[in-house]
């Protein structure tokens, strides 16, 4: 079955609301991930978004906008991968991941200009300023992601605690 058709079957199966995404994905042999990301696209862009060829590239803008609202709430990766029309929340991932990880904002790249050691601009200190806010704002997302991760990780800790008991 070609991958239009298992999706066209997967929204099918899904509208009759007799099978859960796991049922779904054991009848069409195929991954649970796959079907939740599938139908998280389909909830916000129906059927033709889902069917659209996913795109090949985003711009360094989108990234931070979708990486900002996955820091600020409290959805899923699959849920903000079908939100935005990423056809893998992997994708999603990857770019959090550089993001958390680089020092240099993998995501957040500023192509370096050839400056003139002669010519002093008085717009340095706007330019600081910028920066500066800039980094302000990466800093607050970073530790919004991190509150986000720690406050995870307890409650998963609490819930192993409470299968031992």
């Known amino acids: 079955m070609e991958t239009r058709e298992k999706k066209k079957k997967v929204v099918e199966l899904y509208q009759k609301g007799e099978l859960s995404h796991s049922a779904i994905a054991r009848e069409l042999k195929i991954n649970k991930a796959v079907v939740s990301s599938w139908l998280a696209i389909y909830k916000y862009h129906g059927l033709d978004g889902l069917l659209a060829p996913p795109c090949k590239s985003y711009d360094d803008s989108f990234k931070l906008e979708v990486i ?27 770019w959090m991941h550089l993001y958390m990880t680089e020092n240099d904002w993998a995501l957040y790249h500023k192509k370096r200009e050839r400056r003139d050691m002669k010519k002093k601009s008085t717009t340095t200190t706007q330019n600081d300023t910028e920066k500066l806010q ?31 008991s």
């Open 68 to 94: 900002h609202y996955l820091i600020e709430t409290v959805e899923s990766y699959t849920e903000v991968s079908g939100r935005f029309n990423l056809h893998s929340r992997a994708t999603l991932w990857k």
């Open 134 to 164: 800039e980094e302000l704002e990466l800093l607050r997302a970073e530790n919004a992601y991190l509150k986000k991760l720690h406050a995870l990780i307890q409650e998963k800790e609490k819930l192993a605690r409470k299968k031992k």
